[in-house]
């Protein structure tokens, strides 16, 4: 980029916000991510920033039994590796619990009754005492281990598999794409209709709508639940199905897609209207081959907030569609967790993101949209 | 096949804004007509309650001897083509001549045809395949035109079509809109512009606005020779007619008026006795004056107060005495006189026009 001697502060001033917002925003859904492949012993020692770094940890192992003692000269001995194949290294140990970091690794611990242990940097140990070890349970040894950074996947295995998130990822799904469709569709018919042709009570409709806008959603989900019930008995199947979650979103959703939606087309060249109506076109054939073309910003700017809304929503979830097993969407999900597993972060971690991929994913994709000029070259 | 009448024709705006008042207009086949006026006459409202995108409020239109009064724009037999030639921008240049025939659901080989037809015509067929947003205003506006053209309209409808474009693309466009209309002798063009010089060279006949009223219906060169009245005479022509008034000191097969500065000017029009020693209004154009030697040659004398060289031209803003507004004489090349000179200016009987009092003609 060529940068210009003239640039006005207030672009650097803009840059730096932008860089500022790009962090605020990258940060905690990096740490989020890291954290959700990090191997659950190290997530719970250490934060995901020293991710890349060796941990350390303070671990307690067992020896050998008694039973695998050999002798040796007039000593008894236990030989063995406390790490068992892990990588690692031993900087400390220590025989008790109240002094787990007594003796630098390598050197020689003289314990009760003429017992010796001697921890090695590589985690092999040796346990000598001069009279034989008895009992059935090993040695305690208290060690601290600097454990290289191990990334894994099993979080997410086990989320998607045993904690049922899978399930809940396909009904959120199930839940959101009609849900964003469906709504989008009916409000683009609307404002086209608002926006290009004239009938008597247009501007009722159109101050209906904006009135709409500000009616709470918690005040009719009581009245919305019960004509659904009723409804619901009418044709025998019951009042808590996706048809009826949908519907729910759609009628929560479209005031505010009409408004858009309307504001966007309305705005849109009337002569190019006019002409396509000299040119012989129907006000349907204006809609599909004229308005929702050229409207596409627009609808894929409603179509992420809608997305969203839908995704993140618990209430109307748990309202229209209850909370078991078989309907429960991924918001739900993640509240269950919160209660049952809430002190593993491995797992509330993994199905965090598994949660946000989706949003990302749509915003990502869509997003070019709603930057893109489509109307250059249509009227000077 | 298609003339264009229209019977009365209103527009009254719900807010009862009279836009248009009483216009009775018929256009023959294959007529390019101009409708002009200055902004706000009504002039494009004309041109889109034709095209039907606008309702008639009361009176007849007739397209091709039928009233289409209540018809779609579409069932006219009319094509239009608006000022900021409204192309579909998510289209082609191919699909946005197509469209209207698409829609009509020609067959595919006949679309081809007309399409292929139109942007030879129009020498568009390299850019077939481009977005309008890839083409400069004058292709824009020939892609505009080749979507009318592929309909074979009874009508054509231009709404100010040049006026996006700069000037010398202006008379570029100009021109091949006159070709356009030689290629085509049997459709009828109805072309609305405020530039009386697309007016006076574009078209057959041409229809001036003032007011929501046709001031005059003529061929350009009889608007510009025998202007029915005052806002015609001065509208026609640049710079404007000066109009003086004056008395008429003698009616009857040459009239006599006085000018304010007393000078008495023989005129071969011809006055009913009636009119003797009323107020009227006399006209000259500026180019009709000539600068001459001496005052007993001139019937108008004065000191310039303002020199315009432009070369070609020379204008001449003399003060004549007993005047309100300064006389522009343009006399051709250019000319040794300055500011503050007396001038006398002469200048050929038949030129001369006279108004009476209400600002028409005695010219009919």
Redesign the interface.
Known sequence: MITSSKRSPLTYLVHATVLFLVIIWTIPTAGLFISSIRDKDQLSVSGWWTALSTSEQRLVKRAHEPKSQVQEGDLFVIRGNILEGASGEITQFGSSSLKPEAFVAGSVAELKRGRTLQVMENGDYVLTSPTEWKGSRGQRIFYTAEVPPRFTLDNYREVLSTEGLGQSFLNSLTVTIPATVIPILVAAFAAYALAWMRFPGRALFIAAVVGLLVVPLQMSLIPLLKSYNFIGDLFGVGSKTYMGIWLAHTGFGLPLAIYLLRNYISGL?G??I????????SDF?IFR??VL??SFPALASFAIFQFLWVWNDLLIAMVFLGNNEEHLVLTGQLRELLGSRGGNWEILTASAFITIIIPLCVFFSLQRYLVRG??????? | MADVKLTHVKKIYSNQVEVLKDINLDIKQGEFIVFVGPSGCGKSTLLRMI???EEITSGTLEIDGQVVNDI????RG???V?????????MSVYDNMA??LQ??KVSKEEVDLQVRKAADLLQLTDYLDR?????S?GQ?QRVAIG?AIV?RPKVFLFDEPLS?LDAALRVATRMEIANLKESMPDSTMIYVTHDQVEAMTLADRIVLLSGGNIEQVGAPLDLYEHPANVFVAKFIGSPAMNVVPCKIEKAGEQTSVSLSSSTIVNTPIVTDAGEQSKQAFFGIRPEDLVVVDSEEQGFLSGKVSFVESLGEATLLYVQVPGCDEMVIAKQAGTLAIKRGDSVHLSTLPEKMHLFDNNELSYRR
């Not at chain 2, 608006?82 to 998510?90: D, E, K, M, T």
Request: proline fraction near 11%; hydrophobic fraction near 45%; charged fraction near 20%.
């Open positions: 060249p002569e190019i006019e002409s396509a109506r000299v040119d012989g076109a054939d081959k004229i073309p050229l489509l109307l250059a070259g249509s009227v000077k | 095209s039907g995108l779609p724009p579409a069932l009319i094509a239009m608006f000022q900021s030639y409204a192309l579909y921008p998510h469209f209207s829609i009509a977005l309008p947003k890839a083409l205003g824009r979507r309909r996006n």
